[in-house]
């Protein structure tokens, strides 16, 4: 079996493995921050915000193969997968925008 670059499925496949990978980063990265050197709860908050965001992007890679005209002309049709992928990214832009409130509150 050769590995071909030219196969959508398997380009989507190591898109969404590469946005988990880096959601797992920032995980591990924000419990680093918070436990080791000082209990930073918005550095925690920032991370767990992040890799919300990259889990957000590795649940529909295909949306990195397509124009943003087909991105947009497709918006109205809301399956429950893209209604979830919403949930998290505003979940995700949360809490980036808390973590950013409490730093603004802590200084």
Known sequence: MVF???NLATKQLIVGMVCHS???AFLAYGVYAFYL???AVPELTRCVGAAVLFVG???TPQLFFMSVSQIVSQAKDTPEKSTLQTYVFNLGMFLLICSLLMEWLYD
């Open 4 to 6: 071909s670059w030219g």
């Open 22 to 24: 880096i959601a797992l």
């Open 37 to 39: 050197p000082a209990l």
């Open 57 to 59: 992007m590795g649940l």
